[in-house]
Nanobody
Framework: EVQLQASGGGWVQAGGSLRLSCAAS????????IGWFRQAPGKERERISC????????SYGDSVKGRFTISRDDAKNTVYLQMNSLKPEDTAVYYC????????????WGHGTLVTVSS
């Protein structure tokens, strides 16, 4: 059974930092590209960052570029999102998504973790 355990959300003042983690089990971690998404109240889910499997290439949405950093530790089956210089508009539920890069192209979503940034 595939399980994705997201953690690290919470409350922080504007300008602060948080680090989100998403630990995976039940899958071959290296076979997946991983993305972080977020959904604010009343808004659509937004992809904010992703990291590939083999070459570790990364990409960021314009709203978080320069402030957030995605990384993965294949030895720990965990992906991270370091969030710095947080703004109230970063308030959202954050989700990790695993996408298999070949074969069945399976996709899995982690449960969300809430990030609240106060002004």
């Amino acid at each position: 059974e595939v399980q994705l355990q997201a953690s690290g959300g919470g409350w922080v003042q504007a300008g602060g930092s948080l680090r989100l983690s998403c630990a995976a089990s039940g899958l071959t971690f290296g076979d997946y590209a991983i993305g972080w998404f977020r959904q604010a109240p009343g808004k659509e889910r937004e992809r904010i960052s992703c990291i590939s499997s083999y070459d570790r290439s990364v990409s960021y949405g314009d709203s978080v570029k320069g402030r957030f950093t995605i990384s993965r530790d294949d030895a720990k089956n965990t992906v991270y999102l370091q969030m710095n210089s947080l703004k109230p508009e970063d308030t959202a539920v954050y989700y990790c998504k695993f996408a298999q890069i070949f074969g069945g192209r399976l996709e899995y979503w982690g449960h969300g973790t809430l990030v609240t940034v106060s002004s």
